[in-house]
């Protein structure tokens, strides 16, 4: 038994008991949609399933959902509360993109992974819980939350991926675990708030443009083990006073320090010199 778009009502929903499954695009524009009520028997919320219900507020999650697809509440501006239930493992790509009224996400133990763009553009963010089984947070998953405050990215993350936190101007503090190998590219791109960050020992990799405008960051260490500091990673930087370079570090690239203060690009200059 599944619930498609044919079924959409005007304004509040009760889908019956029996359903398993919200078909792709089921309520897909459906905007007078105020309210739904979700069955005990479901189990999965296809791609685009509610995407464009502007008008949807909030939203439980029934404790039989295992899934959460890819763009399931893409720009539902309206939602400003979500329980997702411990049995969602997944949360799809896009799956609240654009959700700017909703201000705070608490993911349940059972999210292994947070897809690309999960929460892309969810400008009232103000509060995320990440627990400790995620592996797995894809890029621009929390793209331009502009006022998220502060992250603690659990154990067992690995990759922080391109563009993750990339425009959240109003993130002052985060922190990474000894698991992180990766930063990706832009990954802290324009996190003009942020002030300070301690970069692991396990690190490995900075991409390019990681900490590209974040204009209050005052210092940073960067860990043995790191090869190479890619091209614009800290540009513009401009109130950072202090960098520790290690000696594992072979290359530094093109304008990575580019519109730093004068002392830190002449610290720059010298390690080239002496690097060749």
């Known amino acids: ?12 929903v009760i889908v019956p008991e029996g359903v398993t499954e919200i078909g792709y695009g089921a309520f897909e524009e459906c905007s007078p949609l105020t309210s ?8 999965i919320i296809d791609n685009f399933a509610f995407a464009g219900c502007r008008s949807l507020e909030a ?3 029934p404790e039989s959902v295992t899934t959460i697809g890819n763009y399931a509440f893409n720009e539902c501006s309206g939602l400003t509360e979500i329980t997702i239930p411990e049995s969602v493992t997944t949360i799809g790509d896009g799956a609240f993109n654009r959700c700017s009224g909703l201000t705070e996400i608490k993911i349940p133990e059972s999210v292994t992974t947070i897809g690309s763009g999960a929460f892309y553009g969810c400008k009232e963010l103000k509060s995320v819980t990440i627990p ?3 592996k797995i947070i894809d890029q ?22 391109n563009d993750t936190f990339a425009w959240c101007s109003g993130l002052t503090e985060i922190t990474i675990p000894e698991s992180v190998t990766t930063i990706g590219d ?18 490995t990799t900075i991409g390019r443009f990681s900490f590209n405008e974040c204009s209050s960051l005052k210092s940073i260490t960067i860990p043995e083990g790191v090869t190479t500091i890619g091209n ?3 540009a513009w930087c401009s109130g950072l006073t202090e960098i520790t370079i290690p000696e594992s570090v ?8 580019y519109g730093c203060p004068d002392h830190i690009k002449e610290k720059i200059k010298d390690w080239k010199r002496l690097n060749g």
Request: hydrophobic residues 35%; glycine residues 10%.
């Open 1 to 12: 038994m599944k619930f498609t778009k044919e079924d959409c009502m005007p304004r509040n």
């Open 59 to 61: 939203l439980t999650i």
């Open 232 to 234: 614009d990673t800290f």
């Open 36 to 43: 739904v009520t979700l069955p005990s028997t479901l189990k």
């Open 132 to 134: 400790e089984g995620v």
């Open 186 to 203: 832009g990954a802290f791109n324009r996190c003009s708030g942020l002030t300070e960050i301690t970069i692991p020992e396990s690190v």
């Open 250 to 257: 072979t290359t530094i690239g093109n304008d990575a320090f």
């Open 140 to 161: 621009k998953a929390f793209y331009g939350c502009e006022k998220l405050k502060g992250v603690t990215i659990p154990e067992g993350v690995t990759t922080i991926g």
